[in-house]
């Protein structure tokens, strides 16, 4: 068996930490897509937070699966060490997340906008590399 190549990669650089979020640029091969939203990135040591920690940093694959809480199809990371059912999805603040990635087109304090908009055209570009037979990565840091 052939390992799949993974020729698009997206990167989540965090840029922003409050008490209630995190937020980030996420770029794809090198080019700004829009802003994430997380939860909290915990110091090491201090323990999870279930629902309002922020995944590790590191590099994950991405695919496209069912998801039974939104009753789609939706981006999910993989391997996420202490983590299930990582996704990218819509949403604008940390009440609207459980570890998940939220998109928007603009940010302020603790808040993405124009989300649905933006995961719209991410998801879209997503699923067109992954149709096509091409893996995706995301690395964050």
Not at 53 to 81: E, H
Not at 87 to 96: E, L, V
Not at 116 to 122: D, T
């Amino acid at each position: 068996m052939v390992a799949k190549a993974f020729s698009m990669h997206l990167t989540l650089k965090r840029t922003t930490f409050t008490t209630e979020s995190t937020i980030g640029k996420l770029s794809i091969e090198g080019k700004f897509e829009c802003y994430v939203l997380e939860d909290v990135v915990r110091k090491p040591g201090a323990g999870k937070v279930w629902g309002k920690t922020a995944i590790p940093a590191g590099t994950y694959p991405v695919t496209i699966t069912y998801s039974n809480r939104f009753r789609r199809l939706m981006p999910l990371l993989s391997g996420v060490k202490g983590f299930e059912g990582i996704r990218i999805h819509s949403g604008n603040t940390a009440a609207d997340t459980e570890g998940c990635l939220l998109v928007g087109t603009s940010q302020a304090k603790d808040f993405v906008g124009n989300s649905r908009a933006a995961y719209a055209v991410l998801y879209n570009k997503l699923k067109t590399s992954i149709d096509a037979g091409d893996g995706v990565t995301i690395t964050i840091s």
